[in-house]
């Protein structure tokens, strides 16, 4: 078996088993660069973002140390909408950017044996120019997008590339776009079934699990929890008048209107048929947690919700608040459920806040 079916055997279980995609990708380089693979001396691997507007060093391979290059290189970014430069065999102190652009920009393979490109880290970064020669360059295509660039250089040995080796590079890489891409598309899959498929917040599935690691979290770093429950009064009343529609656009609007009352940071799930939580995550104190309900029920009381006149909508808040040495994840669910009660029975919009 040559070298070149060798890899994709070996990439090809990596794939199919449990492993995740940085442990494919660094397989995918590893045989790019071994002595018994392609035998390149180094091996870049530069990935768009899912909004595919910037090309970033994702994964590397090579000498002196995988980790130093890596670290050299977290800098490097060229924007999709960069226009691809043109390249002379020849030229000079090119940036390994403008390589890139161009395979990109292109959309085809390069290589080159006498154009020499540099990064250049930025200013006042002290951190080292990196030199390149003797190099090729493969997109990585998916569909009619740009998923990213493999970028490979024999600048320690100054072996020229040959344009028979192109051939296994791009086998590689299509192996690459379909790890991305199954990878990608596991991520997606998992963030669906983690929403609310109404209201596009986390479901109540997720928030159960967060909450097993925000534990975790405040207690490692001495922060504490809060927790907030937010139900819509009357609500039933509200579906029965105006009709299931009309609750739909409540809860809708009021999910919209959480999102932008609170941090990014902070943790939105629908807790309940017409609940919401909202799981401070920063350490906030109790007076702090208090002051944030406190905005958000008097900013409710004056805004318009599933197209019923402003005000008509209310809502009331249980509060539960737990210092680090104190936090357990049960007890603190609990007593926002039974604050979250208390407030269910008393008229109007009003904020019960649990002992603990």
Not at 197 to 202: A, D, I, R, S
Not at 310 to 332: F, H, T, Y
């Amino acid at each position: 078996m040559n070298n070149e079916l060798r890899l994709h055997q070996e990439v090809t279980e990596a794939m199919l088993s449990d492993s995740k995609l940085d442990q494919v990708l660094t397989a995918i380089l590893s045989g790019i660069t071994r002595e018994n693979g392609l035998g390149f001396d180094r091996a870049i691997l530069f990935l768009a973002d899912e909004n595919g507007r910037e090309l970033r060093v994702a994964a590397v391979q090579g000498p002196p140390d995988q980790t130093a290059l890596l670290e050299k290189l977290k800098s490097f970014v060229v924007p999709a909408s960069a226009s691809a430069p043109p390249l002379n065999e020849g030229d000079d102190n090119v940036p390994v950017q403008a390589l890139v652009a161009h395979c990109a920009g292109f959309n085809k393979s390069f290589t080159s044996n006498s154009i020499r490109a540099i990064y250049q880290p930025p200013a006042g970064s002290g951190g080292e120019v990196l030199q390149f020669c003797c190099v090729a360059s493969i997109p990585l295509r998916f569909k009619d997008s740009i998923l990213g660039v493999l970028l490979v250089d024999n600048t320690f040995s100054e072996r020229p590339v040959q344009e028979s080796e192109l051939s296994g590079l791009v086998t590689l890489g299509n192996l690459a776009v379909a790890a991305i891409e199954n990878s990608r598309m596991n991520q997606r899959l998992a963030e669906m079934a983690s929403r609310d498929g109404l209201t596009g917040v986390y479901n109540r599935r997720y928030y159960q699990a967060r909450l097993v690691r925000e534990v975790d979290l405040a207690k490692q770093s001495g922060r504490a929890l809060g927790l907030l429950v937010f139900h819509v009064n009357e609500f039933e009343k509200a579906n029965d008048t105006h009709g299931f529609e009309c609750g739909d656009r409540i809860l809708i609007d009021l999910a919209n209107f959480l999102r932008k009352g609170v941090r990014t940071e902070d943790l939105i799930a629908r807790y309940g048929e017409a609940e919401f939580l909202v799981m401070l995550t920063g350490g906030a104190s109790q007076e702090e947690a208090k002051i944030v309900a406190d905005k958000l029920l008097s900013q409710v009381s004056s805004q318009s919700f599933g197209g019923l006149p402003a005000g008509q909508v209310v809502i009331n808040c249980g509060i539960a608040w737990m210092p680090c040495e104190k936090l357990n994840r049960d007890s603190i669910s609990r007593l926002a459920d039974e604050a979250l009660e208390q407030a269910k029975l008393k008229a109007g919009a009003c904020i019960v806040l649990a002992d603990n």
